[in-house]
């Protein structure tokens, strides 16, 4: 707002755009349909433009917004016949311009804050079973001293399978996301979940784990609320780009009056 109450330039339509997109992809089936259509409307506006966009969206309050939004950080993940390099690397250059670290962050992929090694103590019991037998343990198995055993050896493959698992509860999914040392592919895993990646807890806690990939975490940032945004932006352990990128997120949706 200026100070006479009305919109800078540029901001008005880049709230309009936002809207639309977020009533666009709204209309569409969350994944890979809906990442689609979020690659085709970038690439069908100018590179400044898609970025004002973004970044008006990226600030949004309610569950609409924060689902598009996430639609919008698959697609720049995943370049396509949609969105291929060259219109990417336009929208990073854009964005690098006016300094919008909110729309940059979906685009670049730092290493994790910590480095994942191999722990030297593993279960001698779920040492002698084979990757088959423990993936069919983890999706169908209801004893849930196995299921933490599974969860705690944390092989992406058997994490991927515990998630399908019905028994499995929200409470349990942030305990998996929390675990340190974990492997980035297991936090990624729960990324790639359809039933975990918009439960604020599990999102949350991913991000904190020094341990996820920069790029799942900043993907994630969008379904968090002002309180969570702030807690992340102070958490040392963490990347300093999800921090700084959390902190803009926070700033923005605090003063925006709606979704």
């Known amino acids: 707002m200026s100070a006479g109450g009305t919109r800078a330039p540029g901001a008005g339509r880049a709230a309009d755009d936002a809207a ?20 085709r409307a970038l690439a069908a506006w100018a590179p400044e433009r898609a970025v ?3 970044a008006a969206l990226s600030r949004g309050r309610d569950v609409r917004s924060r689902a598009a939004a996430a639609a919008v950080g698959q697609a720049l993940a995943a370049p396509g016949p949609d969105l291929d390099y060259e219109a990417l690397a336009a929208i990073y250059a854009a964005a690098a311009a006016r300094g919008l670290l909110e729309v940059k962050g979906l685009l670049v ?8 090694q191999e722990p030297r103590d593993k279960d001698a019991r779920l040492a002698q079973l084979t990757l088959g037998h423990k993936k069919s343990m983890a999706r169908t198995h209801r004893d849930p001293d196995l299921l933490a055993r599974l969860a705690a050896e944390g092989e992406p493959a058997v994490v991927r399978e515990l998630l399908k698992n019905p028994q499995l509860t929200e409470a349990f999914a942030v305990r998996i996301a929390a675990r340190r040392p974990c492997r980035p592919e297991t936090l990624r895993a729960l990324f790639e979940a ?7 807890a599990v999102a949350a806690a991913v991000v904190r784990n020094p341990y996820a990939e920069t790029a799942v975490a900043l993907k994630l940032l969008p379904f968090l609320a002002v309180r969570e945004l702030r807690d992340v932006a102070r958490d040392g352990s963490i990347h300093g780009l999800v921090r700084e990128v959390a902190a803009r997120l926070a700033s923005g949706k605090r003063g925006t009056a709606g979704g």
């Open 20 to 39: 639309a997109l977020r009533r666009r992809l709204g209309a569409l089936e969350e994944g890979t349909i809906r990442a689609r259509a979020a690659a």
């Open 52 to 54: 004002e966009a973004v």
């Open 194 to 200: 359809r039933r975990w990646r918009t439960r604020p």
């Open 109 to 116: 992929s730092p290493a994790p804050r910590k480095a994942y």
